[in-house]
Nanobody
């Protein structure tokens, strides 16, 4: 079993930055492909970013490409999402997810474990 705990959410103004963290326990994170998803009120959960086990491969949703950066520190069993140039449309609950299978995925159904989510609110 894997437990994921997100932190770092909050309220910031448009144009600001936040860094989300996802701490994993129960299994070494280096054996997991990790991803970030988000869900805004009234909308479906959507893919944000994913990173391979080694950190050598990443993928981003078009809406965040160039503004968000996913990274991982396997020595700390932690994955990060650096979010810059934030926009009001980035407002959502952000979820960390872990995938046992190899390779990143944009499909939430491919992920085996989920965190509880952290709220990110961007004011205009």
């Amino acid at each position: 079993q894997v437990q994921l705990v997100e932190s770092g959410g909050g309220l910031v103004q448009a144009g600001g930055s936040l860094r989300l963290s996802c701490a994993a326990s129960g299994r070494t994170v280096s054996s997991l492909t990790m991803g970030w998803f988000r869900q805004a009120p009234g909308k479906e959960r959507e893919f944000v970013a994913t990173i391979s086990r080694s950190g050598g491969s990443t993928d981003y949703a078009d809406s965040v490409k160039g503004r968000f950066t996913i990274s991982r520190d396997n020595t700390k069993n932690t994955v990060y999402l650096q979010m810059n140039s934030l926009k009001p449309e980035d407002t959502a609950v952000y979820y960390c997810a872990a995938r046992i299978g190899y390779g990143g995925s944009r499909n939430s159904l491919d992920y085996n474990y989920w965190g509880q989510g952290t709220q990110v609110t961007i004011s205009s």
